[in-house]
């Protein structure tokens, strides 16, 4: 047996896959050595000689002229003289084919035309549509499932490809047909019987805050629900409640049935511009590391106002109350220089002039432009520095050097009728004077009611660098100077 | 609709836009050939998968170039073609000879967009012939389309069907990126219904040949027809399965992939591939970073061997994934 020579069809060149025999050159018995042309062998390409690929006899040819065998068939058998018949036949019996690429026969050499037509109840081959429309497989599945025209749905893929998102958007917003076969598995709205698509975290989430996940909205694709979905769900429906007291609706005509309230409050986010956040930075600072006190007085201003008169006309000028402020503040920092100081840290710096920083708001926040040396400058000089700083700094044309510095500050919120109010010190500087509105107040004098034009302001001092009764000095003499204001004019 | 074979159906396409296109030029070993032979006739080889019959009597030697043996220099010619305003074709005979060429690919005509600023276009299609089954050996079966797939700059179609290979020959060469072309050489004589005309199919869309819902099958290749077998057999067992052929590996349908997977939970991805950064990986990556909350079982990733493609018929068998594999990994999802 080991003697056995199998004659098969062989594989020449990559894509042969069967031969066919065209002329036998040896018969049964004939001796051949290794070497020998036994056969003529055609392939679609070629017509070649098969030779023997071992001496013996031929003990048996299994194929006729004119056979196509596919390769690796056994064609004849060469063995030794003396085998027998039963040898023979029992070589051939086991005899297996290595043929190569047989599994081409099943899955390729068949027709691919026909998608699985034994299989009805398998997976199906999708049905086919004239591929006018474009959207991906899934998209056509879920369309077919739900009703959908999906020529209806807009796409929002690449090239406007519409994607089983885009086609389950579609239907939540009503686009399916009413016959649709089943609920849509991945619908946030209630679902009757379906399960709710959420992730485990949301699940045990909604679970712990008794939260009913039919009534979440998903955020996730496919509306599915996130632990993030379900605590806004929370946050919304407890904040609603807390509100309570500002109904949106509130203008609607009562005889309106249903009042609509939001179940949550709408919010805007915007970022911080630069000033914003440096101005909170700046502030949070000086109210964390500057020891404030706060100091008030009450100015009476119907002098200031009649001199005030009396020199816009004479001049032609149209300074306001605050310029005579900032005048006043200028020279009684001069009177009381002490308290034109700056503080640094084991350091305190004190000025030979007074640099006023003057509080200007402008769209979206505040800036505080600074007139430089104010106890040097005219109540006109002032007007037109002021003017023209705060037009340039509502267009941000401010330059570095007219913001940078300065050793006392001065807000005034009169003109929004403030009353009083305390300020935040402007680090470095010492101080700064929050003025309030005029206003006709009753007013005792020599024991008797009268009435007189009050301004209450309030000094925030930096306690490091002024005491109390530096403070109260300055302030002493911010007010003489404008109870009297002769010497703001000269 | 007419059937032909995978083989007929790119020379359907490249025909058509020979015909349509006259910047269109082919160029590889042997496409004409036969001017070396006992009869001195050319397009006696018609390309040695025999894809360009009649082409040389067609379009004549200024169109359709025999070309040295350098795979650098057919790559870098059809590149340079490319940029100054043809649209050339060019064969790499097997998938395998990219090392001769990776720098014309990889390096120049994937960038040549991106590092011109847009100013030049490189419209070529790579035409190779791929994939073990045949006894072709270590050094003439392997796919390479993982290695390129990886490449950004370059587009990769790699068809299963006659039909598809048509369609995205179409498209190849009208795209004014380069493409490289994966062809099955055990899918040459593999038939299938192809229409009629010249609609390309575009490139980024998966073609889903089963639908079902207990699995979703991504194959590449010659691997959908065995997917095929696989799914088909499973109908007995009530189990029906999602089978979604990318058609292209880059660009990559990423949504029909996770839609379907989505729907079924389940995910077998088979790639003739070898195991390590192949296709198959990455696209069960994608899967799992996507959609990990769809998943009810792990991935299936089924691979050839991390081995050189067998000569014996017999190892080579071993070598290669098996119809048997497919259906034990969709029946392993389902457990």
Not at chain 1, 351 to 368: M, R
Not at chain 2, 94 to 110: H, R, T, V
Request: proline share 5%; charged share 20%.
């Amino acid at each position: 047996m080991a003697d056995m020579t199998a004659v098969a069809m062989p594989k020449w060149g990559l894509e042969m896959t069967e031969g066919t025999v065209v002329k036998v050159h040896v018969a049964v018995g004939d001796e051949v050595t290794k070497g020998q042309t036994i056969m003529d062998i055609e392939t679609e390409k070629i017509a070649n000689e098969f030779e023997a690929e071992a001496s013996g006899v031929i003990k048996k040819i299994i194929v006729n002229e004119g056979d196509t065998k596919v390769i690796g068939e056994l064609l004849a058998i060469i063995g030794p003289a003396d085998a027998s018949d039963a040898d023979v036949d029992e070589f051939e019996g086991s005899y297996v084919s290595v043929a190569v690429g047989r599994v081409e026969a099943t899955s390729t050499a068949a027709p691919a035309a026909a998608p699985a037509p034994a299989a009805p109840a398998a997976s199906s081959a999708p049905a086919s549509d004239d591929g006018s429309v474009k959207a991906s497989p899934p998209a056509k599945r879920l369309a077919r499932k739900l009703g959908v025209d999906i020529a209806q749905v807009t796409g929002t893929g690449r090239g406007g490809r519409i994607s089983a998102d885009d086609v389950q958007a579609f239907a939540d917003a009503g686009g399916a047909a009413p016959a649709a076969e089943e609920a849509p598995a991945a619908a946030p709205a209630p679902a009757a019987g379906g399960e709710v698509r959420a992730t485990p975290g949301a699940k045990r989430l909604a679970k712990e805050l008794g939260i009913d996940l039919a009534t979440v909205a998903g955020s996730g694709r496919g509306g599915r629900i996130s632990k993030e979905d379900v605590e806004a769900a929370a946050a919304g429906g407890g904040g609603a409640g807390s509100y309570g007291s500002t109904p949106v609706t509130a203008e609607a005509a009562p005889a309106a049935p249903a009042q609509v309230i939001p179940g949550d409050n709408a919010v805007t986010v915007e970022t911080m511009n630069n000033m914003r956040k440096t101005i909170a930075k700046r502030l949070t600072e000086s109210k964390q590391n500057v020891p404030h006190f706060y100091l008030t007085v009450d100015v009476e201003i119907d002098n200031l106002l009649a001199r005030r008169a009396k020199y816009n006309k004479a001049n032609g000028t149209k300074a306001s109350v605050n310029d005579f402020i900032i005048r006043a503040a200028g020279l009684a920092l001069k009177a009381v220089p002490k308290a034109n100081v700056q503080f640094h840290g084991d350091e305190l710096h004190y000025f030979e002039n007074a640099d006023i920083s003057i509080a200007v708001a402008i769209d979206g926040g505040l800036i505080t432009p600074i007139v430089r040396a104010a106890n040097l400058k005219s109540v006109a000089q002032i007007a037109d520095e002021v003017k023209d700083l705060a037009a340039r700094a509502r267009e941000n044309k401010l330059k570095l050097d007219e913001i940078q510095g300065g050793s006392f500050s001065i807000s005034n919120l009169g003109m929004f009728g403030i009353k009083h109010f305390d300020a935040v010190i402007n680090p470095p500087q010492g101080a700064i004077l929050a003025v309030g509105a005029g206003e006709e107040r009753l007013v005792a004098k020599n024991g008797a009611a009268a009435v007189a034009t009050v301004m209450t302001v309030t000094m925030s001092c930096d306690h490091r660098a002024i005491d109390g009764a530096l403070g109260a000095e300055f302030l002493a003499s911010f007010k003489e100077l404008l109870e009297e204001p002769l010497a703001l004019v000269i | 609709m007419p059937v032909m074979t995978y083989r007929e159906a790119v020379t359907e396409a490249l025909t058509i836009e020979m015909n349509r296109d006259e910047t269109v030029v082919i160029m590889g070993e042997d496409v004409a050939g036969g001017a070396g032979g006992s009869s001195g006739v050319r397009d006696n080889q018609s390309g040695i998968w025999g894809t360009y019959p009649q082409f040389h009597a067609k379009y004549g030697e200024n169109r359709f170039i025999d070309t040295p043996i350098s795979e650098a220099a057919i790559v870098a010619a059809a590149a340079g073609a490319a940029l100054t305003g043809l649209r050339p074709i060019a064969e790499i005979m097997f998938a395998d000879f990219m090392g001769y060429c990776l720098d014309q690919i990889q390096n120049q005509a994937a960038k040549f967009r991106y590092m011109f600023g847009g100013t030049a276009e490189t419209p070529m299609v790579v035409r190779t012939a791929y994939g073990a089954g045949l006894s072709a050996a270590a050094q003439h079966s392997q796919c390479m389309y993982s290695q390129i797939t990886h490449i950004p700059g370059i587009k990769v179609a790699v068809p299963s069907k006659p039909a598809d290979a048509k369609g995205l020959m179409l498209t190849a060469i009208r795209d004014n990126d380069p493409v490289i072309f994966f062809e099955h050489k055990a899918l040459m004589a593999a038939t299938g219904e192809v229409p009629e005309g010249d609609e390309g199919i575009p490139f980024g869309e998966a073609a889903m040949y089963r639908e079902g819902d207990d699995c979703t099958v991504v194959a590449i290749g010659r691997m959908v027809h065995f997917a095929e077998t696989a799914i088909d057999s499973l109908a007995g067992e009530g189990i029906t399965c999602d089978l979604v052929d990318p058609r292209t590996t880059s660009p990559l349908d990423e949504e029909t992939i996770l839609e379907s997977v989505e729907h079924t939970g389940r995910l077998v991805v088979v790639d003739e591939s070898n195991p390590r950064c192949s296709v198959a990986s990455d696209i069960a990556g994608i899967v799992a970073s996507k959609a990990f909350s769809a998943l009810k079982a792990p991935i299936e990733i089924i691979t050839s061997a991390h081995s050189p493609v067998p000569f014996s018929p017999v190892l080579e068998q071993a070598y290669l994934p098996s119809v048997d594999e497919i259906t034990a990994a969709i029946r392993k999802t389902q457990d």
